[in-house]
């Protein structure tokens, strides 16, 4: 069975302090609508929310939104996998078609974060580690990534600096994207003197406090619309998870989970990784970046940085890497990242519409991250 994203809708990634999550979903929506055409039916809503309980005091927030879309008496579904839920649940939304219930399904992506002081969002960021023995004793993903960090800086010879190149480029490739938070260039000047969160890190290794939404319809083979509506089809869907803890892990300088995605995704589409034209990849705190591209073995072990500051996986490179700007300048509403990450993906493989500079590609692969590595989602799209 052939599955497709026949339509997205995306709302500027920024802070919608006068807007509820509602606000934003429903403008994602009509956005999707202006752009197909027509109103848009499905048979099942799927919302990605992975913060909303905690900042917002709001369970069932699919019924909430969902109600608020004009989809009343649907089934509905709320899905939290951290920065991963946007991954999962266009992976619920396929099953949903593959297994006959539904030919059309409405997967939205939502997440407010910055109405709040720093000791609240940070404690309800900090639930993505565990509870009982991270978070309890004032950890939090800023200082899991920083020991990360120092692990790997110290494995490879590599200093401070050389973490300042990725910034510089998510900055560059944000620019031209319309609805990007961040869309201004740095140097590395900047990132250097920009104030340390947890050592080695820094603000502008770190994604900003978002806000936004985005929606896609995910069609199969009898959906209601038009082939002609048809963007990018789903090539292959994985979802795997790792250790929660990075106490009782192997190893802090590679993700072992996305080994396995990688192995996956090749037995089940015959393309390598090499193959792919366009991977946008989770690079929250700037050092999962050469961690997910050796993980996938893009980069070889301890090459990633190099392989950065060298100039590699730029627009037109093979493969192009986070060309939308990433978590870091895009912006980062972690419930909604994946989502964000499929339309994006959807489109460039189109229409085109979501960055100004041409893109040329058949192929790309979208990864998104639950915690501290503790969770991958992996989409292969191809261009229709």
């Known amino acids: 069975m052939r599955i ?16 509820s999550l509602e606000d934003l979903s429903f403008k994602a929506f009509t956005d999707m609508e202006s752009r197909i055409g027509e109103r848009i039916d499905a048979d099942a809503v799927i919302v990605a929310n992975s913060l909303g309980p905690i900042l917002q005091s709001q369970n069932l927030i699919s019924v909430a939104i969902a109600e608020d879309l004009g989809f009343k008496g649907r089934p ?21 078609i593959k297994a006959g219930m539904a030919k059309d399904v409405l997967v939205i992506g939502a997440e407010k974060t910055s109405d709040y002081i720093s000791s609240i969002s940070n404690h309800a960021i900090s639930t993505f580690l565990n509870s009982e023995y991270e978070a309890f004793y004032g950890g939090t993903p800023a200082s899991s990534f920083a020991m990360i960090a120092r692990a790997y ?61 985005a929606v896609l319809l995910i069609s199969g083979e009898e959906s209601r619309l038009g082939k002609d509506k048809r963007l990018a089809e789903i090539k292959s869907t994985v979802q795997i998870s790792d250790i929660m803890e990075l106490s009782i892990r192997d190893s802090l300088t590679e993700y072992q989970a996305l080994h396995y995605l990688a192995e996956s ?14 991977i946008d990849i989770p690079d929250d705190y700037t050092i999962s970046t050469p961690l997910v591209l050796e993980s996938l073995n893009i980069s070889a072990k301890g090459k990633g940085l190099e392989d950065i500051s060298s100039g590699r996986f730029r627009l037109g490179d093979k493969p192009s890497v986070n060309v939308t700007g990433g978590t870091k300048a895009r912006g980062h509403p972690y419930g909604a990242t994946g989502v964000y990450q499929l339309a994006e993906l959807s489109s460039l493989l189109s229409d085109n519409k979501v960055k100004n500079a041409r893109v040329q590609a058949d192929r790309a692969l979208s990864i998104s991250m639950g915690g501290v590595g503790t969770v991958f989602t992996g989409i292969l799209l191809e261009k229709v």
Not at 4 to 19: E, Q
Not at 76 to 96: D, K, P, Q, R
């Open 4 to 19: 497709f994203i026949s339509g997205y809708g995306l709302v500027r990634i920024s802070r919608w302090f006068s807007d």
């Open 76 to 96: 509905t579904f709320s899905v939290e996998n951290g920065g991963a839920s946007g991954g999962s649940a266009v992976i619920l939304a396929t099953s949903l």
């Open 153 to 213: 800086l110290a494995a490879y010879g590599y200093k401070e600096e050389d973490l300042s190149d990725w910034p510089v480029l998510m900055h560059e490739n944000a620019v031209d994207v319309p609805h990007a938070q961040l869309k201004f260039k740095v140097t590395r000047e900047q990132v250097m003197k920009s104030d340390i969160i947890s050592a080695p890190l820094r603000v502008m290794h770190s994604p900003p406090s978002s806000d936004g939404a």
């Open 265 to 278: 995704i090749e037995r089940s589409t015959g393309y390598r990784m090499s193959e792919i034209d366009i």
